[in-house]
């Protein structure tokens, strides 16, 4: 039994753990994989998605920003901030299920999840049970909501429409990227069926909610030096065929659009989803089902990516109707394993962009983002664009031409990476639910936000802003023996301030 329990070794759950540790808590941090750091120990640096540095304080300034760029010293950075702490670590165990007595979660029993070796997420079929944890506060601070989910909290999962919070960007948007391909197998005969990497359209107008999110993708980097070049090979059953619809699109690009097919964009060293490309370097529409999915469904989806990219790679590499120079280029490049020595060159982490989301006491929406709102219980400050990559590829016909083409949909970057410009204020009930539906759990990764709030929220330095923020909230509803969404929250505040916590912008 401790205080507190903090489900996610993620930045924001190592920043939770630090600090109810350092608040006088006995903590446990439960991480499903074998690495601490999250997307920050794979590929995304720990201050890239902070446009104002001085609008984030506390441990997330002092510490986090301090542990480097490259992935692999920032994973080990994490892991010895914790490890010098001296707190309890739970390596490759995952949540079950969950036990609660009324409003509060009692303990949650865990199973194995060791990932394999180029850091796949164990399938839920081949787990087996592995005793419990019990604490008297929870902390969920995974991508997916998972702790939140197992106890029966209501959450989020897909696009709102644009009635629902009276936000213009919602739901079903205009495509982008369209293209005068036949998306046919059978060039005009729709009866042939879609080319693979297609999806029927659904046919929902404009501003409709959908099960849709974002595309996810692998932030790696790429080599052509032997010393460091681990082989992309093509996966088990690779066919040409899977690839049509990128030769169809290869007659359309010069040499650099190829580049963004693969290896895409590079964002600060490494490559990330070319959101410009009709095809890039990841998978579209799948993440539709990891999002409220089991580890069964969740693993597959990540060898999906990986052995996406390997086929586009081989294809690119390979395929005559692709011009001889760049496939020269592209089959020079394998993984750099240097970056990830442990799983052979591959990410340990998917970057998970968006899953669940609380459905808790306030929702932070798009007047959030635009500075449209004054909530009196900030606990830390957000600042980026509207950011969504396409949730899907589909036929589409031309408006005004009638020509069939292909295109993405659901893409936007809205305000770029300063977004506003003005830091807005993330409201603790974000990251509390309903008091009826948990009493003792804090959420401040899969926070309470809509789909368009969310995906101008959800950048590690804000999740580990509001994890520093939660586990000081579970600290002080321990020694106020009550539940979360009880205590003084200007109490809260003023310790937040006296721990440097930005929570007001007044510039």
Request: net charge negative; charged share 20%.
């Amino acid at each position: 039994m401790v205080d507190i329990c903090i489900y996610g070794g993620t930045p924001a759950g190592c920043v939770a753990a630090m600090t109810a540790h350092q608040e006088g808590a006995s903590v446990v941090l439960i991480e499903p994989s074998r690495w601490l750091g999250g997307m920050l120990g794979a590929g995304i640096k720990p201050a890239q998605d902070c446009p104002i540095p001085a609008a984030v304080g506390g441990l997330t300034s002092t510490a986090v920003f301090g542990f480097g760029t490259n992935p692999h010293d920032v994973q080990r950075a994490f892991q010895d901030w914790i490890a010098a702490a001296g707190i309890e670590v739970i390596f490759e165990h995952r949540a079950r299920s969950v036990t609660r007595d009324g409003n509060r979660i009692t303990a949650i029993q865990l199973e194995t999840s060791a990932p394999d070796k180029w850091g796949v997420p164990l399938p839920a079929s081949d787990s087996l049970p592995a005793g419990e944890v019990r604490a008297a506060v929870f902390v969920d601070a995974s991508y997916e909501g998972d702790l939140m989910a197992l106890a029966g909290v209501p959450y989020r999962t897909g696009r709102e429409a644009r009635d629902a919070y009276g936000e213009d960007l919602a739901g079903v948007q205009p495509v982008t990227n369209w293209t005068p391909i036949d998306p046919y197998v059978v060039p005009g005969d729709s009866t042939s069926g879609l080319l693979p990497l297609l999806e029927p359209d659904h046919g929902l107008p404009a501003g409709a909610a959908d099960d849709y999110t974002q595309a996810y993708n692998y932030r790696f980097y790429v080599t052509t030096d032997p010393a460091h070049r681990a082989e992309l090979t093509p996966p088990d059953g690779y066919s040409p065929a899977d690839y049509e619809l990128v030769r169809r699109y290869v007659e359309h690009l010069d040499l650099e659009g190829l580049r963004g097919i693969f290896p895409g964009w590079m964002n600060s060293g490494e490559y990330n989803y070319q959101r410009a490309s009709l095809i890039t370097n990841a998978p579209l529409g799948v993440s539709r089902a990891y999002q409220d999915g089991d580890w069964d469904e969740r693993s597959r989806i990540w060898r999906h990516h990986i052995d996406y990219l390997r086929g586009l790679h081989h294809f690119l590499s390979t395929d005559p109707a692709v011009p001889a120079e760049f496939r020269a280029e592209t089959a020079a490049y394998g993984l750099d394993a240097s970056v990830f020595p442990e799983t052979e060159g591959w990410p340990p982490q998917l970057y998970v962009r968006s899953a669940r989301r609380l459905d808790g006491v306030c929702t932070v929406t798009h007047a959030d983002v635009t500075n449209q709102t004054d909530p009196g219980d900030s606990i830390g400050l957000a600042l980026f664009g509207v950011d969504v990559y396409p949730v899907r590829r589909i036929p589409h016909r031309d408006r005004e031409t009638g020509d069939l083409g292909v295109a993405t949909e659901g893409d936007m970057f809205i305000g770029g990476h300063l977004g506003t410009g003005r830091p807005y204020p993330i409201p603790y009930r974000a990251i509390t639910p309903r008091q009826d539906d948990c009493g003792n759990l804090l959420v401040p990764v899969c926070l309470s936000a809509s789909h368009i709030g969310y995906a101008a929220t959800r950048m590690e330095p804000v999740f580990c802003v509001l994890a520093e923020s939660a586990a000081l909230a579970a600290v002080q509803s321990l020694r106020e023996r009550t539940d979360v969404q009880e205590i003084d929250v200007r109490t809260l505040q003023d310790r937040l301030v006296d721990r440097g916590q930005v929570i007001t912008w007044n510039v």
